[in-house]
Each structure stands twice: as structure tokens, then as C-alpha cells.
């Protein structure tokens, strides 16, 4: 038997299937997308097809090199990357590089929706053709997602300022962060009342019924006058119960996870990030070390808007549930659930890939993040397939002279699904605990039973302003509206965060004022692209590409042909921010010219109209009350420290444009700016330490402070961690599109890498 060649995305997912493949099969990692549209050129011809032109990453070249060598010695290859179009897509580009070296003949491709034995065995008895369908769907969006960011973003440079960027589905998900924060401003704040009384009946226990209805209308309180006048007319009234209606009440569970659903859950039930838990899901769906076992997956694929799950896991949930939970618990037959009309339903729902795997037994094999992240899994699988909750419901009606006043009460009668899955999510648009379901017991009563009143309180209220968007509730908004997919909402999610667009205060997205003034120029001259409704239809146009109904090109084509004449139109009409000046009263305190109101990298700010001879800005901050208000730069701040440039004047610390600095007092006589170390030592001179610095085009790098003596750089933010393998004095961060932070060794020889970068408190 010849060999074969099997490529994976990670080196982890890797290690996991070799074990299991064993003799015959080289398994090895493209470590991602091989491939892609260069940066810095459109590389699409809009007049030939949109014919991409695509080329190597340059930190790939070593691994297709190996690819190469290794598919020259192999009788086949095996395409195992993930199941969805990004993995279609990266096996896609692989084939054709591969083949330009004369690749082997035979190439198949695997869909591995779980990394264990059996899931292994299937996929591989199951090999089939790469899908060109799913290839033209990320083909599309790619070049649609290029088109629109390589036109818009030169448009807005000229218009607004250079460097900003625009995207098709992160403007809309920016929108979406700017009517939010328009809704909150417009919000009008209404005071508003409620009364509870207290009661007691002949027997215990005493409870609490709240004001319903005045004569079978409904009760609305304004104020604290119309809540006393209520108060006065039930003076001395007799009380008394009127009505009881008492009903079972049953609740269903809920179906496994979707990905949005588990983003949303893991951030409202354990407080992890969309990232984090993309990258957790990651580490279980790919493969842990479990005892004597071979490493395995623990849950299946986590990137999947289905909820449909095989018959084999339904069975052995069912097996399990009933040794764990008890007979009764295992309702008659198995539940399916319906999946949205966008689901993918060659994908199963996100589970445990064993359902014997409890969360238990899995707890010492796991770090305590990555146990988190099974046990939510293992519960909302395992609850998804077991009975309903019963719940004995009363609601009485008591009477007081012209008033209605209403309790409720619930008792739990078998807890059903919420044995294994209490469901006690915080909910999703405030963020405060849900009603739980624990018992609110009220005393046996009967209609005419008379009722003792023990005591009777207003209250004041006021209506609330909806809510700022945390990650949960904007994830839930964009699966709502058909924004996005299970694989893009971390990455809109990221560059809403990365982007001057909007800041996170509290877990909350507030847009920031430059946010706000693209999202206005977009939608005043770009209304299509960036209405919500059109976003979501090009999902859809994505998803006919992927099942064969509509072809790539054509699609492109009719995109491309309305947006030409709306960059046109806009390059003409489109407000032109950068050259507008408001006059103010402010007068300039260095040379007395009238001030204007400017905008500029961060927004709007005062400036001085004799430019560039004078200097002078200020900034304009919002006050408490919403106002703007004009603030005077502080003074700089002396650190005592004597300039080691000019050797006269003396270190003082300044806020910039890009923040605090230090620097030299006799600016701008003298330049010095004292670099920004990380404390890392050089390793390449050992006398200078290693610093933050930016290029002329405001990108980061980190290099020695001796230069130009010593030119020691690099791309990456080194780590004060030795490298285990290697002993080097520090590791690197590693970025990838679509995969997790890798901590990785520098050292090319040393293949030391390692996931989870976060959870040793690595900084941006």
C-alpha cells in the first residue's frame, strides 16, 4: 500500500488524526489559508469575470514547500480541513498549488464534522470530490468583500481621513451599533408607578399581589399624586379573592447549540468573549488528551447554523439520560428540531461527540476554561433530548373595593430537562438575572376566602432606554436580521473592537464620533449596501452559489453593475468632511485668530485658522450633560529626567495623537521621544532592549532600542516567556485569520507553538 498525505488547518487537529490513522498517512498542517488576494492591490479583474488574482502568503511559503515534498512521495492527498466553505476554499487553493509541482492524481476530500475514531473511519469510508459549489461561495464572498473595501475606503480617505476603512457586512454591523446609541439619545424617560399589597389568608404562608385593573380596565400610575389618591380610595376596603385559575404548565428544552447560540450563552452563563469561545470550541472540537486514550475530539464541528443531530448521538443520549436522570426522564420519542430556512443541514448541531463523556469524567483532562465550555456544551445537548419540565401554575384575582390586584405563583412538579440544564441565562437584553424557576409558593385559597391586609407600598419607576449592544445581544441581533454567518461573527465582532469605530466601555459598543460620521455618509450615499435587509439577501445569493442555483459570476455581476454608479454619484455628492470648517466664538490664545471646528483622526476638534503658521487645537469632549465642551491640552508633565539627545532639556510627559509619550521639553528644537520598552532584552546585541515602534504607515513592530547600531526587528509582540523547547529567551505572538492566537517559538529550527494566548495574560 502506498502513502497518502492528509492536510489539516492546525497542527493540534493534526497530532489527533495521526494518532488515529497511523501507518500509511503523513498528516501535516497548512496552518490556515495558503493563499489570498494581496493586500495592496484590488487583484480582481471586474472586466474578465472578476478573475481573482490570488498569491502566496509569505509565512506559508515554508509550509507549501513541505506540502510539495511530501505530495511528490504520496500516492494521494486528503483534504481534511474544516467542513464549511473557508475549509473548502483552503483545500481548493492547496490542489492548485500543489499541482503546479505535479501533485498525485488522486485527491479526495474528507468532512471530519467530529475528530474521534468512528468520526475518522466515516469521513474517510466517506471521501469525496472537493465541492466547487462551496469554493465559488467563498470565492464570492471574498471578491465581493474586496470590491466593496477596495472602493469605498479610498473614498472615504478623501472625504473623511486617510487610513479608515469600510466593509460591507462590518459597516452594517456598525449601523446597527449607531441606531442603537441615536435610539438611546432620542429616548425619552417617563416616570411611571406600580402598588403591591401584602396579604395574609388563614393559612401561610403570607404573599403579594400587585395592582391589575381598576373596574376591568387597565391601571396606569404617572405619578407619586395618582399613586396616593389610589391609596386613599382603598382605605378601609375589604379584601377578598375573586378569582383562581390554576393550570399545568409544560416547558420544552431547547435545541443544541448553533454557534450564535453558544456565543450568546458562553458570554451570558461563563463571561467568555465571542473570540474565546470560538478559539475553546476550537481546542475541544480538535482533540484532547483523555488518560490512555488517543487524543480526541470531545464536541463535534462549532461552526454550524444547524440544529439537526445524528441518530447514533440521539441514541446514546437517550441511553445515558436514562442511567443518570432516571426512566421517566427520557421522554417517548426523540425530539427533532427545526432548523431555520438558511441552516446547513449536511452539519450537525454543536455536541459532545460522546454523550458517556460527562463533563465529570472529562474535568481533569481539561483546563478549567476549556471545562466551562464542555459542560455548557454537554448540559444543552443532553437537556435538548430529555422530557419537558411540569409546572403547577395559579393566578388569583383579588378584590378590593373598585381594584383588581393579581398573584402568581409556580411550583416546579418534575424538573425534566432543567435536571441537567437549569437554563438560568441572564437575559439577553438587560443583562439581569431571569426570573429563576424555583418554587413561589402561595397559600391554599378559594374564591370568596376574605384576605387580611398586612401592609400596602407604592413605588417609582422609570422607563428605561433600550440597551447598548454587549457581544451576546449583537451576535443575536445579526443572526436575527441574517447578517453574517456562524464563521464571519467573530471577525465583525473583532474589527468593530480593533477600529476606531467604536469603543467597548463596560462590555458595551458605544461608536465613537468618527463611527458615527462614516456610518452617516454611507447610508446617505450608499443606502443599498448598507441597509439590513439587502445584507441579509446577499447572505442568501451566498448560500443559492454553495447549492448549485446561482452562479458566481452572475451574481458578482449584477452587484458590480449598480455599485459603479453609486461610487460615481458619491465621489461627486458625498459631503466632504475633511474640508469643512464651522466658525465658532472661540478665539485662538497663542495668536488670537478666530477658532473653527475641524474633523480629523479622532473625530471633530477646534482649531486655529492660522494654519499652519499657528498651531493651536483643542479638543471637543462631551460633558455630563451631552454638551460639547472645548478642552485645553494638559501641560506637560515633568519626569525629572535629563534629554540623552540634546543633553539640555529635560523628559516631560505628553499625550499625543496615538496617547501619552516621553519626551523631550524643548520641542520642537529637539525631537526625542523615549521609546516605549517591553522588557525584553535584545537578543541579538544584548545591550539594547526591545521597544515598541511604529513604520511611516503607522503599522507596529518591536526592535532593539540600540539601533541604528543594531537592527534586530520583528512583526510580531515578543512574550517574557522562555520558550520550553528551546530554551530562547522569549516567545512571539502569532496571528492567524480565523484561528486562534499562537504563542510560537522565534527560532526558525524550533517548531514550539502553543494555543490559547490569552489565557496566560498575553496583551494585544
Not at 109 to 132: H, M, S, W, Y
Amino acid at each position: 500500500m502506498g502513502s497518502s498525505l492528509v492536510i489539516v488547518e492546525s497542527p493540534a487537529k493534526a497530532r489527533t488524526i495521526n494518532r488515529y490513522l497511523g501507518k500509511g498517512y503523513t498528516v501535516k498542517a497548512s496552518m490556515g489559508h495558503v493563499r489570498d488576494l494581496p493586500k495592496k492591490e484590488l487583484a480582481v479583474d471586474v472586466d474578465n469575470d472578476f478573475a481573482p488574482t490570488y498569491q502566496l502568503i509569505d509565512d506559508k511559503k515554508k509550509v507549501v514547500q513541505e506540502l510539495r515534498r511530501i505530495a511528490a512521495k504520496s500516492d494521494a492527498i486528503y483534504i481534511a480541513t474544516d467542513p464549511d466553505r473557508e475549509g473548502e476554499a483552503i483545500g481548493w487553493h492547496l490542489v492548485q498549488l500543489l499541482e503546479e509541482k505535479k501533485a498525485p492524481k488522486q485527491v479526495y476530500r474528507v468532512l471530519l464534522e467530529e475528530i474521534t475514531k468512528p468520526g475518522i473511519e466515516r469521513a474517510f469510508a466517506n471521501r469525496q470530490e472537493l465541492d466547487l459549489d462551496k469554493v465559488n461561495a467563498q470565492q464570492a464572498r471574498r471578491i465581493l468583500d474586496r470590491l466593496v473595501g477596495y472602493k469605498l475606503s479610498p473614498l472615504l480617505w478623501d472625504k473623511v481621513r486617510r487610513g479608515i476603512s469600510a466593509g460591507r457586512v462590518q459597516s452594517v454591523a456598525l449601523r446597527l451599533v449607531v441606531d442603537r446609541e441615536r435610539e438611546i439619545e432620542a429616548f425619552v424617560t417617563e416616570e411611571y408607578w406600580s402598588i403591591t399589597a401584602s396579604l395574609e389568608s388563614d393559612s401561610p404562608p403570607p404573599f403579594d399581589a400587585k395592582l391589575h385593573r381598576k373596574s376591568g380596565d387597565e391601571v396606569k400610575i404617572g405619578d407619586e399624586d395618582a399613586a396616593q389618591a389610589i391609596l386613599g380610595e382603598l382605605q378601609g376596603a375589604a379584601w377578598g379573592v375573586a378569582k383562581i385559575d390554576s393550570k399545568k404548565r409544560r416547558r420544552r428544552p431547547k435545541p443544541p447549540f448553533t454557534t450564535p447560540q453558544l456565543q450568546q450563552a458562553a458570554y451570558r452563563r461563563i463571561g467568555s468573549s465571542v473570540r474565546r469561545t470560538m478559539m475553546l470550541a476550537q481546542q475541544l472540537y480538535e482533540g484532547i488528551d483523555i488518560g490512555d486514550e488517543a487524543p480526541v475530539g470531545l464536541i463535534t464541528y462549532m461552526r454550524t447554523d444547524s440544529t439537526r443531530v445524528a441518530d447514533v448521538a440521539i441514541s446514546e443520549a437517550r441511553e445515558v439520560i436514562g442511567k443518570r436522570f432516571g426512566a421517566e426522564s427520557v421522554p417517548n420519542k426523540p425530539r427533532v428540531f427545526k432548523a431555520g430556512k438558511a441552516a446547513q443541514e449536511a452539519h450537525e448541531a454543536i455536541r459532545p461527540t460522546s454523550a458517556a463523556r460527562t463533563p465529570q469524567a472529562m474535568k481533569k483532562y481539561l483546563d478549567k476554561d476549556q471545562y466551562r465550555m464542555y459542560e455548557l456544551i454537554w448540559q444543552r445537548f443532553v437537556a435538548s433530548q430529555m422530557a419537558d419540565a411540569l409546572y403547577d401554575t395559579t393566578a388569583v384575582d383579588i378584590a378590593a373595593g373598585d381594584y383588581t390586584f393579581r398573584a402568581s405563583g409556580s411550583i416546579l412538579r418534575f424538573a425534566g430537562f432543567l435536571a441537567a440544564y437549569a437554563d438560568l441565562e441572564k437575559k439577553p437584553d438587560d443583562d439581569s438575572e431571569a426570573a429563576s424557576e424555583t418554587d413561589r409558593l402561595l397559600p391554599p385559597l378559594s374564591e370568596g376566602d376574605a384576605l387580611k391586609l398586612l401592609d400596602i407600598a407604592p413605588k417609582q419607576h422609570f422607563t428605561q432606554p433600550p440597551p447598548r449592544f454587549s457581544e451576546a445581544i449583537l451576535v443575536r441581533e445579526l443572526e436575527r436580521n441574517g447578517i453574517g454567518r456562524p464563521s464571519t461573527y467573530a471577525d465583525i465582532l473583532s474589527k468593530l473592537r480593533n477600529r476606531a469605530y467604536a469603543n467597548v466601555e463596560d462590555k458595551r459598543f458605544h461608536p465613537s464620533e468618527l463611527g458615527t460620521t462614516v456610518t452617516d455618509l454611507l447610508v446617505q450615499n450608499f443606502g443599498r449596501i448598507l441597509d439590513i435587509n439587502y445584507t441579509a439577501r446577499v447572505e442568501e445569493r451566498l448560500d443559492d452559489i454553495e447549492a448549485g442555483k446561482e452562479g458566481w459570476v452572475t451574481a458578482l455581476d449584477r452587484f458590480w453593475d449598480r455599485f459603479t454608479k453609486e461610487l460615481k454619484t458619491a465621489e461627486k455628492e458625498m459631503r466632504n468632511v475633511k474640508r469643512e470648517e464651522t466658525p465658532t466664538e472661540e478665539v485662538c490664545d497663542k495668536c488670537g485668530k478666530p477658532m473653527v471646528i475641524k474633523f480629523g483622526r479622532f473625530g471633530r476638534f477646534i482649531a486655529c485658522t492660522g494654519y499652519p503658521e499657528c498651531k493651536n487645537t483643542k479638543k471637543i469632549a462631551k460633558g455630563a450633560d451631552g454638551e460639547d465642551k472645548i478642552e485645553d491640552k494638559p501641560a506637560p508633565e515633568p519626569t525629572g529626567e535629563k534629554c540623552p539627545k540634546c543633553e539640555t532639556g529635560q523628559l516631560v510627559r505628553r499625550t499625543g495623537r496615538f496617547g501619552p509619550f516621553v519626551g523631550c521639553g524643548d520641542f520642537p528644537k529637539c525631537r526625542y521621544i523615549k521609546p516605549k520598552t517591553i522588557g525584553i532584552k535584545c537578543p541579538k546585541c544584548s545591550n539594547g532592549d526591545l521597544s515598541e515602534k511604529r513604520t511611516k504607515k503607522r503599522r507596529t513592530f518591536f526592535g532593539c532600542t540600540e539601533y541604528p547600531d543594531c537592527d534586530f526587528a520583528t512583526w510580531r509582540r515578543p512574550v517574557p516567556i522562555a520558550c520550553p523547547t528551546c530554551k530562547h529567551p522569549f516567545l512571539e505572538i502569532k496571528k492567524a485569520k480565523d484561528l486562534p492566537d499562537e504563542l510560537v517559538c522565534p527560532q526558525e529550527d524550533c517548531e514550539y507553538a502553543t494555543e490559547a494566548a490569552e489565557t496566560i495574560g498575553v496583551p494585544e
